[in-house]
């Protein structure tokens, strides 16, 4: 049987050169050249192989789950280059490389951020199973999901109660997480009590980094 950290090293690999050499097409090199920078500023991949494993684990194979995955590796990135922003974080650094406007300036962030997305669910459209997987990453996504988890962070200040908190993680982190494991499940033709099993252990991941963003944030780590 396949070790963790093999399989781990071997979807991610594989992913990886997908992402990079197939998403975020342009007909104008530079803006392709935007795109693609901070889809090759590396990171965990924690989404899309959280995807692929669900996938995997109800009988499918890595190549049903690959337009989900790569979907929400998109989406991801794209809330970080958002989130980077002047108007938002105000970061100038994300892994250790600087943020997409401190090169490319605030205005070409937007835009970068909002062409990921789009084409997020353009990637989707490729998929047999694309409404499905496209309502699932939208409720994930949206104002029930991780842009509402971001607008409460906005608007947080320093008496936020301990359940405040807790739900502000569950929207801007836990639902692109519960939702990975959602969309991986449908990829691999789950069946209603596989799909519950799986959102019930979508949850338990989302609980995990709900505790684990409050014990950073009092510490003074940076997620």
Not at 11 to 18: S, T, Y
Not at 25 to 37: A, G
């Amino acid at each position: 049987m396949q070790d963790v950290e093999s399989w781990l090293d071997a979807r991610k690999r594989w992913f990886e050169a997908i992402l990079l050499t197939s998403c975020a097409d342009s007909v104008s090199p530079k803006f392709q050249q935007m795109c693609r920078y901070p889809l090759a500023a590396g990171g965990k991949r924690f989404r899309p192989l959280l995807c692929i494993a669900a996938c995997e684990s109800v009988g499918g194979t890595p190549e049903q789950a690959l337009h989900a995955a790569l979907a929400l590796e998109l989406v991801h990135t794209f809330s970080l280059v958002h989130d980077d922003l002047p108007s938002m974080d105000n970061d100038d650094y994300r892994r250790g490389k600087p943020t997409v406007h401190k090169i490319y300036g605030e205005a070409m962030g937007l835009l970068v951020g909002d062409a990921l997305l789009v084409e997020a669910f353009l990637v989707l459209g490729k998929s047999r199973l694309s409404s499905v997987l496209m309502m699932e990453l939208a409720e994930a996504t949206g104002a029930q999901g991780m842009i509402l988890g971001q607008y409460l962070d906005i608007n947080a200040d320093s008496s936020i109660s301990e359940e405040e908190l807790l739900f502000l993680h569950r929207k801007k982190t836990g639902a692109l997480i519960r939702g990975a494991v959602r969309m991986g499940g449908r990829c691999g033709g789950a069946s209603d009590s596989q799909m519950a099993m799986l959102s019930q252990f979508g949850d338990t991941c989302k609980q995990l980094n709900e505790k684990n963003k409050i014990i950073f944030e009092q510490i003074g780590i940076s997620t």
